[in-house]
């Protein structure tokens, strides 16, 4: 399996970190997957899917 750095070079350049997380819903029916960002000052952003991590982070982080 490759490493994430290798699939997506631009994370790497992120003083970020990334979780994966499996949830149990409010209702306890369905297991859910949540993908926590965590930046280096302690704010953290929950998103559905990875590609929504990779928008979340070219959006904010490229070009600064």
């Known amino acids: 399996m490759k490493s994430i750095k ?3 070079p631009i994370i790497e350049c992120c003083e970020m ?3 994966l997380e499996r949830r149990i819903s409010k209702h306890g029916d369905k297991e859910l997957v949540v993908f926590r960002v965590e930046l280096e000052n302690g704010l953290y ?11 979340f982070i070219k959006t904010n982080f490229c070009g600064k």
């Open 6 to 8: 290798q699939l997506y």
């Open 17 to 19: 970190s990334i979780f």
């Open 45 to 55: 952003y929950c998103f559905s899917s990875f590609d929504c991590v990779v928008d």
